[in-house]
């Protein structure tokens, strides 16, 4: 039972590369989304998706990218990395929103960007 | 906007002692809450919720009571172990939201 897999757990880029964090779940969730988490900021949400070519934009999506064309995967895009994105990204899933369904969360990758 | 505070850490704490985290928040409407833990090196787990006022969440020895006239949901342990050592989350979740919204964490270090 893998849950929610990330890769890569750990990258270094520098300023102006580009670069896709991977996000899998293989529990047949519909809602998927990406927070950062930064020192003394707790979790912020970068994108979700509800299903299947839907996504939104979550509190700080400037500089994301997101597409959702499967079930299990929901990849991060970073168009052009900046300093300011050194952070650690989870991905998390659930049956769908709302309180009554847990949301599964990965083990996190670690960005800097030099 | 929905906001979640939560005490500053480190807390720094002995074997057997009691814990106490505090956790308030600020919502228009009537939220969720939650209590994630995240163990070094892993990402989150859902230690414990509360979907209304009154409702205590329990799980591994630790409790919450969702205190809608102090807008508080307070984490407690009556005897922390070591191995509790982590960081841990409050948070919160509007009633037909889809977005957590998290505070900012509380590190929690238990010495033998």
């Known amino acids: 039972n893998a849950g929610v897999t990330q890769t890569p757990k750990f990258q270094v880029l520098k300023t102006g590369q580009s670069m896709t964090l991977q996000c899998a779940q293989d529990m047949n969730h519909e809602y998927m989304s990406w927070y950062r988490q930064d020192p003394g900021m707790g979790l912020r949400l970068i994108h979700y998706s509800v299903g299947a070519g839907i996504t939104d934009q979550g509190e700080v999506p400037n500089g994301y990218n997101v597409s959702r064309s499967t079930t299990e995967d929901f990849p991060l895009r970073l168009l052009s990395a900046a300093p300011s994105q050194t952070s650690v990204y989870f991905c998390a899933s659930s049956y769908s929103p709302g309180p009554q369904n847990i949301q599964y969360f990965g083990a996190g990758t670690r960005l800097s960007v030099l | 906007g929905d906001s979640v505070t939560q005490m500053e850490g480190p807390v720094t704490l002995s074997e057997e002692a009691f814990l106490t985290i505090n956790c308030t928040y600020t919502?228009?409407?009537?939220?969720?809450l939650f209590w994630y833990v995240q163990y070094p090196g892993e990402g989150l787990q859902l230690l414990l919720k509360?979907?209304?006022?009154?409702d205590k969440g329990s799980n591994k020895g630790f409790e919450a009571t969702y205190r809608k006239e102090t807008t508080s949901f307070h984490l407690e342990k009556g005897s922390v172990q070591v191995s509790d050592s982590a960081v841990y989350f409050c948070?919160?979740?509007?009633?037909?939201?889809?977005?957590?919204?998290f505070g900012a964490g509380t590190i929690l270090r238990v010495k033998s």
């Open positions: 919502a228009t409407g009537y939220p969720s």
């Open positions: 948070a919160l979740l509007m009633e037909y939201g889809n977005k957590l919204v």
């Open positions: 509360a979907t209304k006022a009154d």
